[in-house]
């Protein structure tokens, strides 16, 4: 593992950073590509659902910025008569209007005029079939938007319920503008129904998860800074544990492994949305069940000396974004998506999901390396 932090690297991200100063100059410039004013526009949001997901919170992150840009943001939810419209973790004040339409009815014919109609899941794309009375060509029906954020479907997961691959295949067809999340589903879509779907990425607000981290200094910054208690190794790990795509039972392993091999405690936080139940565990294991969102950059930004992430497969990857953010060292699954961003032994270090040896020796370099960390940390600012 030489290669990692040999100077041509370090050359390599020194000219990364400088395009993306020059980057972030051209676009706040007068002249520059900043946003240009656009008229205002009515736009509504079909919420698919209320889990805590990165697509969600890109959703709702959405909503906010159109508010703020002047458009009239409308969220529109499909539940039993006094189910909330927005999910309970979202601001109050992320859409100018809330919209309940009862289980059964057909979203185009409960919809006010709007100039646009974003989806944020598939299945509400059923909405639009002429099966199920839709009407997507009809001249007062509005263009609809769908963005696909990823899931089993798009990657053809064996485990996906047969039935709503159907549907998936037949939503496909549809005359709606299609959106992508990252190349990984852009080229999925091309590949499998020739569809052109231009890739609108998912971001974190770096600044919100900490200042400690907000810079390339984060090198120069004492050990002490970096890790919790003295002698005692810390891991982060994040996400549901009952989704099988999350692929905890390699993690666990990989952490039992590192902590018999580590002359250290190895003590790991798990931030999930249910609590998870496991055993024969050879670490202390720290559980954060359901936090509120607002809580997530200081808990990244705690000083985990470690970000594992094992993932089969992934649209996007919020959790290692978030964790580059807050200037955690990250090992990550090649799970597609967090190509978007991840460069494995410049960002970060990577293996296949199934690798449980290379895992390990990842985890393990990160812990007992700082060459190793704070390679990662400087590589990890060209993101």
Same mark, same amino acid.
């Given at each position: 593992?030489?290669?990692?932090?040999?100077?041509?690297?370090?050359?390599?991200v020194?000219?990364?950073?400088?395009?993306?100063?020059?980057?972030?100059?051209?676009?706040?410039?007068?002249?520059?590509?900043?946003?240009?004013?656009?008229?205002?526009?009515?736009?509504a949001?079909?919420?698919?659902?209320?889990? !805590?997901?990165?697509?969600m919170?890109?959703?709702?992150?959405?909503?906010?910025?159109?508010?703020?840009l002047?458009?009239w943001?409308?969220?529109?939810?499909?539940?039993?008569?006094? *189910?909330?419209? #927005?999910?309970?973790?979202? *601001?109050?004040?992320?859409?100018?209007?809330?919209?309940?339409?009862?289980?059964?009815?057909?979203?185009?014919?409960?919809?006010?005029y709007?100039?646009?109609?974003?989806?944020?899941? $598939?299945?509400?794309?059923?909405?639009?079939?002429?099966?199920?009375?839709?009407?997507?060509?009809?001249?007062?029906?509005?263009?609809?938007?769908?963005?696909?954020?990823?899931?089993?479907?798009? $990657?053809?997961?064996?485990?996906?319920h047969?039935d709503?691959?159907v549907?998936?295949?037949?939503?496909?067809?549809?005359?709606?503008?299609?959106?992508?999340?990252?190349? @990984?589903?852009q080229d999925?879509?091309?590949?499998?129904?020739?569809?052109?779907?231009?890739?609108?990425p998912?971001a974190?607000?770096?600044?919100?998860?900490?200042?400690?981290? @907000?810079?390339c200094?984060?090198?120069?910054?004492?050990?002490?800074?970096l890790?919790?208690?003295?002698?005692?190794k810390?891991v #982060?790990?994040?996400?549901?544990?009952?989704?099988?795509l999350?692929?905890?039972?390699?993690?666990l392993?990989?952490?039992?492994?590192?902590?018999a091999?580590?002359?250290?405690p190895?003590?790991?936080?798990?931030?999930?949305?249910?609590?998870?139940?496991?055993?024969?565990?050879?670490?202390?294991?720290?559980?954060?069940?359901?936090?509120?969102?607002?809580? #997530?950059?200081?808990?990244? *930004?705690?000083?985990?000396?470690?970000?594992? $992430?094992t993932?089969?497969?992934?649209?996007?990857?919020?959790?290692?974004?978030?964790?580059?953010?807050?200037?955690?060292?990250?090992v990550?699954?090649?799970c597609?998506? !967090?190509?978007? $961003?991840c460069?494995?032994?410049?960002n970060?270090?990577?293996?296949?999901?199934?690798?449980?040896?290379?895992l390990t020796?990842? !985890?393990?370099a990160?812990?007992?390396?700082d060459? !190793?960390?704070?390679?990662?940390l400087?590589?990890? @600012?060209?993101?």
């Amino acid at each position: 593992m030489d290669w990692i932090w040999h100077p041509d690297n370090m050359r390599v991200v020194d000219d990364l950073l400088a395009a993306r100063d020059a980057r972030r100059a051209w676009r706040s410039s007068p002249s520059g590509g900043g946003l240009r004013a656009l008229p205002r526009m009515r736009i509504a949001y079909f919420i698919p659902h209320h889990n !805590v997901t990165g697509g969600m919170k890109m959703i709702v992150a959405q909503l906010e910025k159109l508010r703020d840009l002047g458009h009239w943001v409308l969220a529109v939810y499909r539940g039993p008569p006094g *189910s909330p419209v #927005l999910p309970p973790w979202a *601001s109050a004040t992320a859409a100018d209007e809330l919209l309940l339409i009862p289980p059964g009815a057909n979203i185009q014919s409960e919809l006010p005029y709007v100039d646009v109609l974003m989806v944020g899941y $598939f299945t509400q794309l059923l909405d639009f079939l002429p099966s199920h009375g839709g009407r997507l060509a009809s001249v007062s029906s509005p263009p609809v938007v769908y963005w696909d954020q990823g899931h089993e479907h798009v $990657f053809n997961d064996p485990g996906a319920h047969p039935d709503w691959d159907v549907v998936w295949h037949k939503v496909m067809h549809l005359p709606t503008v299609l959106l992508s999340v990252s190349d @990984a589903v852009q080229d999925i879509l091309l590949n499998n129904f020739c569809r052109i779907a231009p890739v609108v990425p998912n971001a974190v607000h770096s600044q919100a998860y900490s200042t400690l981290y @907000a810079h390339c200094s984060i090198i120069r910054l004492p050990r002490a800074c970096l890790c919790g208690a003295a002698g005692v190794k810390s891991v #982060l790990i994040v996400g549901n544990p009952y989704l099988p795509l999350k692929n905890f039972e390699t993690a666990l392993l990989v952490l039992n492994t590192v902590a018999a091999a580590c002359p250290f405690p190895l003590h790991v936080t798990w931030v999930c949305q249910v609590a998870p139940r496991v055993q024969h565990l050879q670490f202390v294991l720290h559980v954060i069940e359901n936090p509120p969102q607002s809580a #997530l950059p200081e808990i990244f *930004s705690r000083g985990y000396d470690c970000l594992l $992430f094992t993932s089969k497969y992934e649209a996007w990857g919020m959790p290692v974004l978030e964790a580059m953010a807050a200037g955690v060292p990250v090992v990550t699954s090649a799970c597609f998506g !967090v190509s978007a $961003f991840c460069v494995p032994g410049l960002n970060c270090l990577q293996a296949l999901p199934s690798d449980v040896p290379t895992l390990t020796a990842h !985890v393990l370099a990160i812990l007992m390396n700082d060459t !190793v960390r704070y390679h990662l940390l400087y590589g990890r @600012a060209c993101v």
